[in-house]
């Protein structure tokens, strides 16, 4: 039994030394611990052992949380203080002994969300295909690891640990995975479900870009909110800025509805529309915004597209699929034109995330108030809103498809955008999303209380408004 006045390096100075003392002295009088062994006795995932291991000055190395140096402290304390001979061990919760006093836990998710939103950052300037994979650990490069990135991460191992879970922040790759999840599924804190972010993915698990939700997250903290949009669109405002305001607005209008009602086309069919357009505009259009349909998501010479939304169709068990969440969501399965693919070209992945998927439903909402006699203007004033019932009109709406109420509302009372320039200020809630999240207007409408706003399901926004 090693002796008391051998106290374990510290671990700050020396961290590899600290482990491979704490190892020694949990190995002693018993069948000698594996490093594997000792990363299942304190909940860590064997390749976050292996980086806690590494030589301070290797890019591999990753520093232990402070919580884990705790808990190893405390294990190697009862090691060199065994029970008296005879006595039972006292029982011991091994989730209590560790518990933060404070609660910093409650910035995990606004931290967690900037993290992400900084790797897709770094992906997307970098050229890369996906954010959930390829990120490497070095400090500095187009795919490193900052400061506040390794901090985010030291606190989702110090949330895992503290709930007794293995540590899935030791390692960027396995993070990023997480994120795809619903936060309520792999961080079960009191923090996350008391904001409402129980079903929050950070990440879109099909186009493997932030979700809206990462975005409004992160506001605020490390100023990264809207930069991948802004990056992508800012070609297309140049274009734009070219011209009149009353001119780019009805450029900007044009642009935007042909895109959401036609995420593929037909190369004729983009060259027919684009005709109408500016040189400067239909040019960035042309370039920026489509791209050939890829072969992956073909079966044969021709393409199947989705009788409601007109983007692909893709083979899946049981048959036919559509590629817009937010119309699978809605409507079952209707197959509609085929058309030969090498003639077509679709929405690139950007074009996809911040215009296609929420203009479904803003869509679906126009064209149900136009068949009721109403004026409507989508996208007015270069997106002041989603809608509103024509020049002069005191109605402004914007749809919203936050997975979580409490977000969306604690947004829109802090930043209600362009809907304070109107007397009434609709918040619409896909039919979708209120039928798939319990009580969404209600809980909405709850954070939204004292504010102008008011929260509609977008089928109950048609009836509210009625007939022109």
């Known amino acids: 039994m090693p002796s008391k006045s051998a106290p374990l390096p510290d671990a700050k100075s020396d961290q590899k030394a600290f482990l491979a003392a704490a190892k020694r002295i949990l190995s002693a009088g018993k069948t000698r611990l594996t490093w594997d062994d000792l990363a299942a006795l304190l ?3 064997p390749r976050a052992m292996k980086t806690y291991r590494m030589p301070a000055a290797s890019s591999d190395y990753r520093t232990m949380p402070k919580l884990l140096v705790e808990k190893i402290e405390a294990l190697v304390a009862e090691a060199h203080s065994p029970s008296p001979a005879g006595a039972a061990a006292p029982p011991r919760d091994p989730h ?17 969300a900037a993290l992400v939103i900084r790797q897709a950052r770094q992906v997307f300037m970098g050229g890369g295909a996906t954010m959930v994979s390829g990120v490497d650990r070095l400090w500095s490069g187009v795919s ?6 390794r901090k985010a991460m030291a606190l989702v191992s110090r949330a895992r640990l503290t709930l007794g879970l293995s540590d899935v922040g030791a390692e960027i790759h396995q993070l990023l995975a997480q994120c795809t999840k619903p936060l309520g599924e792999w961080l079960p804190l009191t923090a996350v479900k008391e904001a409402g ?8 698990a099909e186009d493997r870009m932030p979700t809206l939700e990462a975005e409004e997250l992160s506001a605020g903290f490390g100023g990264m909110t809207g930069l991948l949009e802004e990056q992508v669109f800012a070609a297309f405002q140049d274009s734009l800025s070219k011209h009149s305001a009353k001119d780019a607005n009805d450029y900007y209008t044009a642009v935007r509805t042909f895109v959401v009602r036609n995420p593929v086309a037909t190369r004729k069919q ?15 259009i042309e370039q920026q915004f489509y791209e050939p349909l890829p072969g992956a998501l073909v079966a044969g010479e021709t393409a199947t597209l989705c009788g409601h939304c007109n983007n692909v169709m893709t083979a899946q068990p049981g048959g036919l699929r559509c590629t817009t969440a937010a119309c699978a969501a809605e409507h079952a399965a209707t197959p509609g034109r085929m058309l030969p693919a090498a003639d077509l070209l679709r929405l690139n992945r950007s074009m996809r995330k911040y215009w296609l998927e929420p203009g479904i439903d803003e869509v679906r909402l126009a064209d149900r108030l136009a068949a009721r006699g109403h004026t409507v203007r989508m996208y007015p004033n270069r997106d002041m809103v989603d809608l509103d019932l024509g020049e002069g009109s005191p109605v402004g709406i914007d749809l919203k498809a936050y997975s979580s109420p409490e977000l969306l509302g604690e947004r829109l009372r802090r930043r209600p955008g362009g809907l304070k320039n109107y007397k009434t200020q609709l918040l619409v809630i896909p039919d979708w999303m209120a039928r798939r999240v319990p009580h969404y207007v209600e809980r909405v409408s709850a954070c939204l209380e004292g504010s102008s706003i008011r929260a509609l399901t977008l089928s109950d926004t048609v009836e509210v408004l009625g007939h022109a």
């Open 43 to 45: 909940g860590v995932e």
């Open 96 to 112: 209590v002994d560790w518990k933060p006093r404070s609660d910093p836990l409650k910035l995990l998710p606004a931290s967690l």
């Open 144 to 149: 490193g690891l900052g400061d506040e990135d």
């Open 197 to 204: 972010l129980n079903a929050v993915c950070l990440i879109d």
């Open 270 to 284: 983009l060259l027919k529309f684009l005709a109408a357009l500016p040189s400067a505009v239909w040019v960035c």
